[in-house]
């Protein structure tokens, strides 16, 4: 229970800053739909990281696309980094 306090404490935290920052400097459309996915990716459960897993794993003839074999643990990165910047 404490750490999801403190989880929310540092969401509250981290909009506070976010929202002074565009206050004293405007976020373009483009740098905001960036922080939002990496904030939705953040938030992903276990059942919605295996199912975004699933669908960049998924191959289709149709669209001439193949599937990138990622592993859960590649994605975990790729989660940590794309947060992390």
Known sequence: MVASIDSRLAALAEAIE???MEQES???DLSRSLFNL???L???DTLEKAALLAEF???DPLDGTDGLNLSMGDLERFIADYVEV
Do not use: I, S, T, Y
Request: charged share 55%; glycine share 6%; no cysteine.
């Open 18 to 20: 976010r929202k002074r």
């Open 38 to 40: 990496g904030e939705k």
């Open 57 to 59: 794993n998924r191959a």
């Open 42 to 44: 953040a938030r992903l």
């Open 26 to 28: 405007p976020v373009d």
